[in-house]
């Protein structure tokens, strides 16, 4: 079993940073892919940054790429996304996902999720 419990949310001006952190609980840690989505008000959960158990393999949605990096310290059961030059459209609560396997882009493929951190961009 995993647990996750994401952290680091916030309100912030568009072109603001944050950094989100997802700890992580579970003797097994090192051997899971980490994701995060993103689930804005009125739409479905999509998929943001994900990053393999060795920390040496990213892949990142279009909308975030060159702006957000996901980063894993697996001495620390802990995965971050660093969110730069944030935009309104990047509103949305935040969610980190673990998953045994390769790294996915889907939610369904994610076997354990934490509870969410609020993100809100102001324009």
């Known amino acids: 079993q995993v647990q996750l419990v994401e952290s680091g949310g916030g309100l912030v001006q568009a072109g603001g940073s944050l950094r989100l952190s997802c700890a992580a609980s579970?003797?097994?840690?090192?051997?899971?892919?980490m994701g995060w989505f993103r689930q804005a008000p009125g739409k479905e959960r999509e998929f943001a940054a994900a990053?393999?158990?060795?920390?040496?393999?990213?892949v990142y949605a279009d909308s975030v790429k060159g702006r957000f990096t996901i980063s894993r310290d697996n001495a620390k059961n802990t995965v971050y996304l660093q969110m730069n030059s944030l935009k309104p459209e990047d509103t949305a609560v935040y969610y980190c996902?673990?998953?045994?396997?390769?790294?996915?882009?889907?939610?369904?493929?994610?076997?354990?999720w934490g509870q969410g951190t609020q993100v809100t961009v102001s324009s």
């Open positions: 996902a673990a998953r045994l396997g390769g790294i996915a882009t889907i939610p369904s493929e994610y076997n354990y």
């Open positions: 579970g003797r097994t840690f090192s051997s899971y892919v």
């Open positions: 990053i393999s158990w060795s920390g040496g393999n990213t």
